[in-house]
């Protein structure tokens, strides 16, 4: 609160823009913060789950990907140990999973989807200790910003935006279960699991996870050639 104070003061309440630091904190917050954030960043935690995570398909998509989850999950357990932390989380999508998405955004994201603490200074260690069913929410928002990602990726490319990456660019559609199953493939290269049988990709099963694995060795043109 102090940084955000200081800049309305020497931006606008300093340049004679503001006529006191009231003012100055509101032209900042609605000119410089507010026009930046996307609407998503304004929903609650509730607001996102019935929006996005709160019907048949995703459900099917996370059940039928349950091996997948709990893998990487108990990955970063022991019998002591019941949970994982945010250093663990970026070190699955990052490295292990190889997925483009910034630090900054799954560290936003493992905020966003610990539950609510009710005394954050005696439960201070619980900010830093996501559970299973957090972590399912943690995958949920990542399968978003690495479809984000893709996207902007393939339009800055150039590349064929009716691929994958285009699941971003269906208006008014809510196809989270597609983000959530892409994710879910590349997690599945990462633990080992080719067994795992994608519902909605299309070539599924084997094809899909090879594909996945072709194409972070960056060459997947060559296997979306041949019948898979």
Known sequence: MEIITRIS?????????????????????????????????????????????????????????????????????????????LKECQELIQREAQIRVSELSITQCFAQSIMPIIDPVLQAENLLRMK??????????????????????????????????????????NNSHLKIEKLIIQLAFAVNIPTYQPLYKKGGGQGAYQSSMMSRLGDESEILNKDL
């Open 132 to 173: 299973y069913v957090e972590f399912l929410e943690f995958l949920a928002r990542v399968a978003f910003e690495f479809d984000k990602a893709t996207y902007k990726g393939a339009i800055e490319n150039q590349s064929d935006l009716d691929g994958a990456s285009s699941i971003n660019k269906q208006d008014g559609e």
């Open 9 to 85: 003061y020497t931006k606008y309440k300093e340049t004679g823009i503001a006529p006191n630091i009231t003012e100055a904190l509101k032209l900042l917050i609605e000119m410089n913060i507010m026009k930046n954030y996307e609407p998503e960043a304004f929903e609650d935690g509730e607001q996102f789950r019935r929006k996005h995570l709160y019907s048949c398909e995703v459900n099917d998509v996370m059940l039928n990907g349950d091996q997948v989850t709990r893998k990487c999950f108990s990955y970063y357990c022991h019998p002591n140990k019941k949970w994982v932390t």
